[in-house]
């Protein structure tokens, strides 16, 4: 459940299993075998309940004998664990976030010290998800992930070119740079941001067709990434940056220490030193004390960034946060999903003059899968499941899952692009 990073928790817990001996299913539609795990999930509220309603669906499975034992896991029990022992009983045994490789013992096993940093990918062969540190120094007065994973923690450099040298041998070719705040990476270990320096070596590593970076932090960002990104073509000029508003209002409520103005320069900067880049951001709406001009104000923002990719979110309270201890949610929700609804409207519309702005260009593009009548695959200002994709017909000619084709785009509609290979 949730998120790319508890998803390489996953596949790291999924390959010591497998090295045990094990036989593992990742998401099978009919669940059934000797262990379930479930992953869970604890950043919002829809992402509790539904990681709460699953454990419920399998506890209801396991009464009827159709699992053995069910373990649970994740961000969810790291920090509810006590509360789920009372709730849910029947759960086997809970794990949190750091402690899941107990699991291998538990099971009479031990953890095989030649495949620690190896996974059991479960994202197409042809990419995988690359975490390069834990936790987050940020205090933003919305967000409960410091409270569930500590303090921001970054792996070294070195172990990262091995985990990537790696997953070029299994068939990786796009890596995906992962983190709660890729930006903050190296300064708890060198005192420094040391991503354009990780960036740099990754990108020479022999094999690595693209690497995408995803969620940065426009506060003290490090420009030199930029130059990085011109420096290797390899290095998608793509980046997925949360800004999640930008009344000055709403942000310093938030604690994001950074202003409209500073927001605005850094969006300008950013297009001005890479000219091709493509931005997705996120943004929230409904925060407590959010007033119309507020949100009007974000509405105006939206229109003068263009971003290429948007998502948003109404406000929903999280114990023990800043604003959950500090603030009333005072917003009505059904003036917050109004307001959702408007800024997405918004979006869909700019979405739409930049694929249409791209029709006519040809584009290096990899084939993700085929689906019904189409060949689907994703340029480098795509993200896998969450960005717009290329579709291109099958009567083309037969092209390979995982493999690079130039596309000529022909068409476009909403958020996706059609096109056939040159």
């Known amino acids: 459940m949730g998120c790319s990073k508890n998803l390489v928790d996953s596949e790291l817990l999924m390959r010591q299993l497998e090295a045990n001996g094990f036989t593992c299913l990742h998401d099978p539609d009919d669940i059934e075998g000797e262990y379930v795990v479930v992953n869970t999930c604890g950043f919002i509220s829809d992402a509790k309940e ?19 034992k069910l373990f649970v896991m994740g961000c969810l029990s790291q920090r509810f664990k006590d509360e789920l022992e009372r709730e849910i009983p029947e759960v086997d045994k809970y794990y949190g976030k750091f402690d899941y490789q107990q699991l291998v013992a538990d099971l009479g096993h031990a953890i095989v010290p030649s495949c620690v940093g190896q996974r059991h990918i479960t994202t197409p062969s042809h990419y995988a998800f690359v975490k390069i540190s834990e936790g987050c120094d940020r205090d933003c007065a919305y967000c409960a992930i410091p409270l569930i994973t500590g303090k921001h923690k970054s792996r070294s450099i070195e172990d990262i070119e091995k985990e990537v040298r790696w997953l070029v ?5 796009e890596f995906q740079l992962i983190a709660q705040e890729l930006t903050y990476y190296g300064v708890d270990i060198a005192g420094r941001r040391l991503l354009p320096e990780l960036v740099d070596r990754l990108a020479v590593i022999e094999g690595v067709e693209w ?3 995803h969620y940065a932090y426009p506060n003290q960002f490090p420009m030199e990434l930029l130059d990085v990104m011109n420096r290797h073509d390899n290095v998608c000029k793509y980046l997925d940056i949360a800004l999640q508003h930008v009344s000055d209002n709403v942000l310093s409520r938030m604690r994001r220490h950074v202003t409209k103005e500073e927001t605005m320069r850094f969006i300008s900067d950013l297009r001005q030193r890479v000219p091709d880049i493509n931005l997705r951001t996120t943004l929230m709406v409904g925060f407590p004390g959010e007033t119309e001009e507020d949100f009007r104000e974000l509405l105006d923002f939206v229109k003068w960034a263009r971003f290429e990719r948007l998502g948003a979110f109404a406000y929903s309270e999280e114990e023990g946060t800043w604003s959950e201890i500090h603030y009333e949610d005072d917003i009505d929700e059904n003036i917050k999903q109004n307001r959702l609804g408007q800024l997405m409207a918004l979006q869909q519309d700019i979405s739409a003059e930049v694929q249409a702005a791209k ?33 291109i017909p099958v009567g083309d000619g037969i092209l390979k899952i995982g493999h690079f084709y130039d596309v000529h785009m022909t068409d476009s509609d909403d958020f996706d692009l059609f096109g056939s290979v040159i």
């Open 359 to 391: 029709i006519g260009k040809t584009m290096k593009t990899i084939i993700d899968r085929q689906e019904g009548d189409y060949y689907v695959g994703r340029t480098q200002y795509s993200s896998p499941d969450v960005d717009p994709e290329v579709l």
């Open 169 to 173: 041998t299994q068939g990786v070719k």
């Open 50 to 68: 539904e990681s709460i309603n699953m454990i419920l669906e399998l506890t209801e499975a396991k009464a009827e004998g159709r699992i053995g």
């Open 211 to 213: 690497i995408r970076l």
